[in-house]
């Protein structure tokens, strides 16, 4: 029977998503409450480029799980809370649709491509992630928007579209530094091919 995930990809995407859980724990830039500012994404997007988006889901999703359980999550209703931390946060997982593309330039080092499939990657990932912000916005906290004196899907457009665009910039600029010095990152994760030992 097949292995739901290799144990080296059970035990990264759980350490990842404890990575995660801590960089989100650090002081973060919050110009009002519905705005939050961090790179915690990163470890996330790590383990999507290295093993695809299924690895990527799950430690999206123990990320979210984590932030629930120690309390750090913002809670309204059953609901909110499932879409904005379980599906919203399982959704960064969809970066790793470009990790065959970001793997085959790591292995040539090919810095370019390199940098131009993960930070595809990383919009695609943020992007799916604040989709359902945006939803829960609209949804849960309209109370927000009336009080600041503007309509929900527009409170909720602009709030949640400036944590996306400048989480996104963040996690882009500090993955392809990373990821330019230590391309192997990405692909130390399985045995080298036949054609990789011949070289």
């Known amino acids: 029977m097949k292995k739901f995930l290799p144990l080296q990809a059970m035990i ?24 939050s500012i961090s790179f915690a994404m990163v470890p996330i997007f790590i383990v999507a ?26 809670m309204v209703t059953p609901v909110q809370t499932i879409i904005e931390y379980f599906i919203a946060f399982n959704c960064i997982g969809f970066a790793g649709l470009l990790a065959p593309a970001a793997q085959k330039a790591a292995t040539s080092r090919n810095r370019g491509p390199l940098i131009l499939a993960m930070t595809i990657g990383i919009f695609i990932g943020s992007l799916a992630r604040y989709v359902w912000h945006f939803l829960a916005g609209i949804i849960f906290f309209a109370n927000y928007a009336h ?18 665009v400048t989480n996104f910039i963040i996690c ?5 530094i990373i990821m330019t010095i230590r391309p192997e990152l990405l692909t130390n994760n399985k045995p080298k091919n036949p054609i990789q030992k011949a070289a």
């Open 12 to 35: 990264e995407v759980g350490i990842f998503a404890g990575l995660a859980m801590l960089l989100d724990l650090l002081p973060s830039i919050k110009p009002i409450p519905s705005i």
């Open 49 to 74: 480029f290295r093993w695809g988006v299924k690895s990527g889901f799950i430690s999206g999703l123990i990320w979210g799980i984590l932030q629930v359980i120690t309390g750090d999550a913002w």
């Open 147 to 164: 009080e600041a004196g503007k309509a929900p899907i527009v409170f909720s457009f602009v709030t949640n579209g400036i944590s996306m």
């Open 172 to 176: 882009s600029v500090i993955l392809s």
